[in-house]
């Protein structure tokens, strides 16, 4: 137990230790009501290669989960996977640990996205919960990306305190929007579950 602890904080190792050490300071903070759980949500800009963006949002569950949550999960596998090199005939901490360490850490993140899917439903509630019945169809949004020529971007809608990021397109390809502005919801796709809006007439 002590080699482990040893190896833990030996050269590159020291990273995911420390990823660790967050995560956990994290969640003390959340508990004991420092923090709130949303105080590292991220409002992602794709306004550059969108499409490719959310896909990988997509493939990783990060368009349905937390931000945090899903670090944390992320950050405790790379953690354990990391703290097993020091069975190999190597440096603990060294330079070939290091280089290692980038694969581990693709591995990690695809066993976080195994292990996050089955609570996108969860979360999924939750945003049913702040939009009942489906409702954001006829609402009001305020863009947090500039959306234009057939890009995707993301909205939030404010509702009773609580916050609902949307998928949106412009329903017309002409139209351009820019963000922090306030669109009008159209209609939705369900299969591809995003929400296309139409400028608000001045």
Known sequence: MSELINNSVKGVNIIPTVLLGLVLLYWITVIIGVFDFDLFEFDFDVDVDADVFQGILVFLNLRDIPFMVFFSILSFIFWILSMMLYRLPITPGGFINGLILIPILIISLLITKVITKPLKKLFKKDY??????????????????????????????????????????????????IKNEIAYVYRKDDDKNIYYIIKIEE
């Open 128 to 177: 049913e919960d702040i939009a009942p019945n489906g409702g954001v169809v006829g609402q009001l949004v305020t863009l947090i990306t500039n959306i234009g020529d057939g890009r995707l971007g993301q909205g939030e809608i404010k509702r009773d305190g609580a916050s609902l990021l949307i998928n949106v397109k412009a329903e017309k390809d002409e139209d351009i929007f």
